[in-house]
């Protein structure tokens, strides 16, 4: 059974659409995440919910918005895509704050 | 703010040689430090961790000590094999609610 999982794994679109990444865990972890990986495969955290609330947000363009409907899902929409936006997004969870963090297999989103 | 630095690569090693990439970190607290790695196409995979100081973290031949007099966090490995290409990433957290990564490090074993 895959712990984090997150759909799709590939994804290209226009710019100017909008997309979104749907993520699941069935971990039973409290504190979800969306990370970011530019094309110099740099990772930076952009978002974070514990018991769906939102704990963290890096400064991220308000064109992102994460959902959290139950602490097992966080999706994240994006809007307005632009070609900067391309990039590979991980979801992850863990069980709370310090521990381990666990990660999904990576959304790989073009932006054409 | 917390960091990590990380050895700039890309690294490029034969078959059985012995890897080491070079991490160091500044926190303000008693982080708890990861390696992760990422295979070609692939997602992130915890390789080891530790939570302590003087604790060592393993997996796959791999190790790391957690060094708090030298906030090092070195990773080695006695031998490589081609499936160990890969990009490897030092990360810490400070008991709070995210990871920092380093910047990652590319490693290609030759045969």
């Known amino acids: 059974d895959t712990a984090v999982s997150q759909t799709p794994k590939y994804l290209v679109t226009q710019m100017g659409n909008d997309k979104s990444i749907k993520c699941e865990q069935n971990l039973g972890h409290d504190t979800m995440y969306w990370y970011k990986q530019d094309s110099k495969k740099f990772l930076k955290i952009m978002f974070s919910?514990?018991?769906?609330?939102?704990?963290i947000n890096e400064t991220v363009p308000n064109r992102f918005s994460p959902k959290s409907p139950d602490k097992a899902h966080l999706n994240l929409h994006i809007n307005s895509l632009e070609l900067g936006d391309s990039a590979v997004y991980f979801c992850?969870?863990?069980?709370?704050?310090?521990?381990?963090?666990?990660f999904g297999e990576g959304s790989w989103l073009t932006v054409v | 703010g917390d960091s990590v630095t990380q050895m700039e690569g890309p690294v490029t090693l034969s078959e059985e040689a012995f890897l080491t990439i070079n991490c160091t970190y500044t926190?303000?607290?008693?982080?708890?430090l990861f390696w992760y790695v990422q295979y070609p196409g692939e997602g992130l995979q915890l390789l080891l961790k530790?939570?302590?100081?003087?604790d060592k973290g393993s997996n796959k031949g791999f190790e790391a000590t957690y060094r708090k007099e030298t906030t090092s966090f070195h990773l080695e490995k006695g031998s490589v094999q081609v499936s160990d290409s890969a990009v490897y990433f030092c990360a810490l957290s400070d008991r709070d609610y995210k990871l920092s990564f380093g910047a990652g490090t590319t490693v290609t074993v030759r045969a």
């Open positions: 926190a303000t607290g008693y982080p708890s």
């Open positions: 919910y514990n018991n769906k609330e939102l704990i």
């Open positions: 530790a939570t302590k100081a003087d």
């Open positions: 992850a969870s863990s069980p709370g704050a310090g521990n381990t963090i666990y």
